[in-house]
């Protein structure tokens, strides 16, 4: 039974920074092609960051250059650190499988709210 828990999420100042967590239970995730996923009020769930066993990694351009995806590997966990945070990047937050290869059962998300 995989298990995906999001944590870090919080209330922050535009500028801010957060650090989302991403705890594995049932897959190694070194060995997937894993990533991020977002969903605000009203619109569909979309791909932020993805990050490949080889450490390969893609963002979205609204993203890029202001978010990082790692993993550290001995604690099977994935992080996303989100610098220079907008309002419009307020949202839930999920890390899943790359959804071009499938995805697992959906965790709780953390939420994200970058407001003044």
């Known amino acids: 039974q995989v298990q995906l828990v999001e944590s870090g999420g919080g209330l922050v100042h535009p500028g801010g920074s957060l650090r989302l967590s991403c705890e594995a239970d049932g897959i190694i995730i070194s060995i997937r092609n894993m990533g991020w996923y977002r969903q605000a009020p009203g619109k569909q769930r979309e791909m932020v960051a993805t990050?490949?066993?080889?450490?390969?990694?893609n963002y979205a351009e609204s993203v890029k250059g202001r978010f990082t995806i790692s993993r550290d590997d001995a604690k099977n966990t994935m992080f996303l650190q989100m610098n220079n945070l907008r309002p419009e990047d307020t949202a839930v937050y999920y890390c899943?499988?790359?959804?071009?290869?499938?995805?697992?059962?959906w965790g709780q998300g953390t939420q994200v709210t970058v407001s003044a």
């Open positions: 990050l490949t066993p080889t450490e390969d990694t």
């Open positions: 899943n499988r790359d959804t071009h290869y499938g995805e697992f059962p």
